[in-house]
């Protein structure tokens, strides 16, 4: 049998080199084909060579939009002058905010606050010089393959890729501490809210943190307050010893405008924290996306979770619309994912309507009462806007207005009017010390 084929390869073989001895055109097909070949190689020759090169001689910085690294890269790169060549851009605006980089102030916001934007290379590559290195910076964008819909995730997806000699690699970490350093590091002493945007969050604002000493609490509150969590912060190898997840909740309750928010946003500034705002009331907020917002908070944030009351009442939702579930929320607080060292406060202005499970020790560890404003209150407040008065006149005036009658935030706003003007503070001082809020009106016509 192996005869056979040896013998069919052999007869093969001496028919095709006859067959080229004595055929021309056999042979030059064979000579077209050889030449054909080489002119393909030596086409992609070149291409191939520069690949081999790069990949050899160069280092590439890849950076997805999903890190925290991003924005930085992108304003850095906005920023730098090659990056002027970059045609394809995006703007990210922000309230309030004072960050480095390229931005550009487009007005300011019925608050008196900067309202900048800040370009974002969206597309294209440019080849940038830096510390005596040159770099390719591109940026990307490509539409995601998202099936069903995008839902909680952006239809887009972003990155940065940095391309450098492997003799620039050690300019790497300066690069990107420079790019922190005009972003996020800018905000040295600033606070900053970030809100959620997909499945994360996204820096909304950054401004400077309230002094503590600007809000104006009854009795203890706020030195209590400040005590708990500065020994909180002390105390990891204490939880840890003790086997106590590591964890601290707080529950603000009241009427509004008695500086539930105001409070966890100094308080935030003054242990050099950020807050993390979310609302259970989000649209589209559901179990999966709660959980990873709160398995994903930024470094050194405390979480805000504003009007727990808007969602449910009890543990049945509000309406239709919401689709969180009540045990969603309860595991996403204290589930497996639930951050170590993470500081939850919880405002609501209808402590009734909660379900006690939601404010249990181990979610809401202290539940602080935020009442509208008393003696002592309106008392510091005058103090606050008119350090020079008499104490006699601070005690004449805010002893005419009833206990609990007035929201700080009317006692501020009634203060502000009349910054500028002394007399009226004493004169209208009726509107605040009336218990009926409408006999001034009575008067007036
Ligand atoms: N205790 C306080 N001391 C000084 N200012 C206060 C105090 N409470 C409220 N304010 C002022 O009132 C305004 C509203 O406060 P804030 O938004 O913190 O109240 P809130 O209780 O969170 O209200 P809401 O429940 O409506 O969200 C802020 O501008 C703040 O400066």
Redesign the pocket.
């Known amino acids: 049998m192996s005869d056979f084929f040896t013998d069919l390869w052999t007869q093969a073989v001496q028919t095709v080199q006859s067959t080229l001895q004595t055929n021309e055109l056999a042979q030059g097909g064979l000579v077209i084909a050889a030449l054909s070949a080489l002119a393909v190689w030596a086409r992609t020759l070149p291409l191939r060579t520069w690949n081999y090169a790069v990949s050899r001689l160069s280092v590439t910085l890849e950076v997805q939009d999903s890190d925290p690294a991003f924005p930085w890269l992108a304003a850095w790169l906005a920023a730098q002058p090659g990056g002027q060549n970059l045609r394809q851009l995006g703007v990210s605006t922000r309230y309030g905010d004072r960050l480095g980089g390229q931005t550009i102030k487009v007005g300011t916001d019925h608050d008196g606050d900067d309202v900048t934007t800040q370009l974002i290379p969206l597309g294209g590559q440019t080849l940038l010089r830096y510390r005596s290195h040159w770099l390719l910076a591109q940026a990307g964008r490509m539409e995601r393959k998202a099936a069903g819909g995008y839902g909680n995730v952006s239809p887009f997806h972003q990155t940065i890729t940095l391309r450098l000699p492997v003799t620039a690699r050690s300019a790497l970490p300066e690069l990107l501490a420079e790019a922190f350093e005009l972003t996020a590091g800018a905000s040295t002493g600033q606070l900053e809210i970030h809100v959620p945007q997909y499945d994360g969050w996204k820096l909304a604002e950054r401004r400077p943190a309230r002094p503590l000493a600007?809000?104006?609490?009854d009795g203890e509150l706020l030195s209590d307050l400040q005590a708990d969590l500065t020994q909180f912060f002390a105390s990891r190898d204490w939880y840890t010893d003790m086997g106590i997840p590591y964890r601290r909740g707080y529950l603000l309750h009241g009427p509004?405008?008695?500086?539930?928010?105001?409070l966890v946003a100094a308080l935030a500034g003054a242990h050099g924290m950020n807050v993390c705002v979310l609302n259970l009331a989000t649209p589209g907020l559901d179990d999966d996306r709660l959980n990873s917002l709160l398995s994903d908070l930024p470094r050194r944030a405390l979480l805000l979770l504003e009007d727990i009351d808007a969602v449910f009442l009890g543990r049945e939702a509000r309406n239709a619309n919401v689709k969180l579930s009540f045990n969603g929320l309860l595991n996403a607080l204290d589930g497996v994912a639930a951050g170590e060292g993470r500081v939850t406060f919880m405002?609501t202005?209808d402590l009734a309507g909660l379900d006690s499970a939601l404010i249990r020790p181990g979610r809401a560890d202290r539940q602080l009462r935020?009442s509208n404003a008393t003696h002592a209150?309106v008392a510091g407040?005058l103090r606050r806007f008119w350090p020079n008065w008499e104490e006699p006149r601070i005690a004449r005036l805010s002893e005419r207005v009833p206990d609990g009658q007035h929201s700080?935030?009317r006692v501020?706003e009634y203060l502000l009017q009349r910054r500028d003007d002394e007399a009226a503070v004493e004169r209208d001082w009726y509107e605040l010390s009336e218990l009926c809020p409408t006999r001034h009106l009575l008067r007036v016509s």
Do not use: E, I, R
């Not at 600007?214 to 609490?217: E, G, H, M, T």
């Open positions: 600007s809000l104006v609490y509004p405008g008695n500086g539930k928010s105001s405002t202005n935020l209150q407040m700080m935030a501020q």
